[in-house]
């Protein structure tokens, strides 16, 4: 796997991380030039990255969303088509976050026994 497919995986991850996140706050749209830096705001791993260029990178992985159908896009704007579960993978540990329309399957090493992400303790 070369560098800019390791980095538009990364991406997918932190991006459904994100939408995971903002949904649980109520938020389902979100305006795709505003994604780049929301992610330099909100992630360390993209503190010091341009946002420029991470929207390039983005620009795959939300096609990728769109076509798996975890989101749908009418112009700019992108709408989660429903909730993002949190699953652990049983064998890697790898956190997914899936839409009802995906395989339940780990993105990371195709493993079928997922798990709920434990809750953080009160």
Known sequence: M???DIAVRELDWYLRDHFFRQSAKGKNAFI???LPNEMVELYLR???NDPRQLSETMTPVIQNLVSRKVVGQ???ELTLNGS???LQCSKCFYI???AGGE???CMRCSHLELHDFP???A
């Open 32 to 34: 795709r030039e505003s």
């Open 103 to 105: 395989p339940r399957e």
């Open 119 to 121: 809750k953080k303790k």
């Open 2 to 4: 070369s560098n800019p």
């Open 74 to 76: 009418n112009g700019s």
């Open 96 to 98: 997914n976050y899936l």
């Open 46 to 48: 993209y503190r010091g």
């Open 84 to 86: 993002l579960a949190r």
